[in-house]
């Protein structure tokens, strides 16, 4: 393995985390999530040599992966209900979850609602971007991202609520 390549698998796995939450915000599935998970890993590579550092690698990492997730989402075919169905009995035989888990479950169940810029710009919040990084990289304003994010994050306890959970 050359020093190219031992670099690039270096800063893969400190950053990770980004790949697994931008599949798990955009995949319902066990299985998509992963498939996303490789596909923005080869994306990834394939766009390695036109990283220039004039952003932190995370930054430039962000914009890769969200752009893969968002084209991967377009041709992505939606599966059958039946997917849902066997998502509602996994969530009832695992019940002796801790409650932080149960509180991810409730959000990420409410994520796949939202539509890819409003997935976008939480999981972007989330990565504690300010609202200046996060437009930067939507390709927004501002002013916009603060209004679409207050708006997503307003959506977003609606839909929680809507699934049965109560904040404390």
């Known amino acids: 393995m050359n020093h190219r ?6 800063l893969i796995d400190q950053h990770k985390g980004i790949i697994h939450k931008v599949s798990r915000m955009y995949m ?23 990283f220039q550092g004039n952003s932190l690698y995370s930054s430039w990492m962000y914009r890769v ?12 075919k939606r599966k059958p209900d039946n997917q849902k169905i066997h998502q509602e009995m996994d969530w009832q035989e695992d019940s002796s979850s801790s409650e932080k888990e149960t509180q991810l479950d409730y959000f990420y169940q409410a994520v796949q609602q939202l539509n890819q810029i409003e997935k976008a710009l939480i999981f972007l919040f989330l990565e504690g971007q300010s609202h200046k990084e996060i437009a930067d990289n939507l390709g927004i304003t501002e002013g916009n991202a603060r209004v679409k994010l207050n708006r997503t994050k307003e959506k977003l306890q609606t839909l929680i609520k809507q699934q049965g959970y109560e904040f404390r």
């Open 65 to 76: 992966a969200l752009n893969t997730a968002l084209t991967f989402f377009k041709k992505e």
């Open 5 to 10: 390549e031992q670099e690039f698998l270096k």
């Open 28 to 50: 319902e599935t066990s299985e998509d999530q992963e498939d996303l998970f490789q596909e923005i890993i080869l994306q990834l590579w394939k766009s390695y040599d036109s």
